[in-house]
C-alpha cells in the first residue's frame, strides 16, 4: 500500500496565532541594577528607555494594543527616595518621549489613578493623551498608579454613583466602567524577572489570558526573548472554559 505524500493529501498548517494585546509586568529593575553595582534608579532608568523598543518588536508583528504595569499602587511603600526618583523618571519620559510616540502614530493611554501624581505630571499624563489620542497605530497603555483591585471597586463605585440597575449589569457592562474599556483584554501577559506572581494587575480582564514567564529581567528584554513569546503563544490552544478542537 502507497501512501500519498503530496500536499493534496496533508491539511494546511496553523497559522500561528498573532495576539491583539500583550500586556506586560515589567520586573526587574532593581535586581538588573544590583548585579551591576548601581543604585536601583539606574534600573528604572534603562527600563523606561526599554519602551519604545518594545513596541518596535510588538507593532510590526500586528499587536495593536501593549499595556506596561510601571507603577502599581502598592509601589507607593518603597523608600521615599526611589518613588520619587521614579516620578521624576516619568516626568522626563513624557517630555522627551510623547513626541516621538505621536510621531510614530503610536495612542497613549493612562491606566490608573491621577489624584496622587504631582501637578506637572498629571499635566504631563493630559498632554500625552490629548496629543495622541486620534493616532491609529499601535495603543500604549501605561499602568501607572494603578491595582487590579482598586479597579474594581472604583467600577463598582462609579456604577452605583450613576444608579445602574442591578438587573441590567452584565460583564459587557462592567467592562466600559473599567480603565481598559477602550482596549479588549489582553491575549497574552508577559512577566519579566522570573517571578510567577499575577501582582494585582488587570484582575478582570485577564480571566482567559495566556502567561509568559521569563527570567530575562525588563531591562534586558530584547526582541528575540519578545518572539519566543509570541511563538509560544502562538502553539497554544486558547479554550475559554471549552473543549479542544480536534486538528
Known sequence: MQVRTDSASSPAPRKPQVPRHVAIIMDGNGRWARKRGLPRLAGHKVGVER????????G?????????FAFSTENWNRPSEEVQGIMALLHEALERQTKSLHEKNVRVVHL???DRLSPDLR?????AQRLTIHNT????????DYGGRDEILEAVRRIIREGVLPEVVDEALFSRYLYT????????IIRT???????????????????????????DLDAAELERALEAFGRRQRRFGTVAKEE
Not at 519602551?51 to 510588538?58: A, D, N, S
Not at 510590526?60 to 506596561?68: A, C, F, H, N, S
Not at 474599556?181 to 497574552?188: G, I, Q, R
Open 51 to 58: 519602551i519604545q523598543k518594545v513596541l518596535e518588536t510588538l
Open 60 to 68: 510590526p508583528r500586528g499587536v495593536e494594543y501593549v499595556t506596561l
Open 112 to 114: 490608573g489613578k491621577v
Open 123 to 127: 499635566e504631563g499624563v493630559a498632554h
Open 137 to 144: 497605530g499601535i495603543t500604549l497603555n501605561v499602568a501607572f
Open 181 to 188: 474599556a477602550h482596549s479588549p483584554d489582553p491575549d497574552l
Open 193 to 219: 524577572g522570573g517571578e510567577l506572581r499575577i501582582s494585582n494587575f488587570l484582575l478582570w480582564q485577564s480571566a482567559y489570558s495566556e502567561y509568559y514567564h521569563t527570567p530575562t529581567l525588563w531591562p
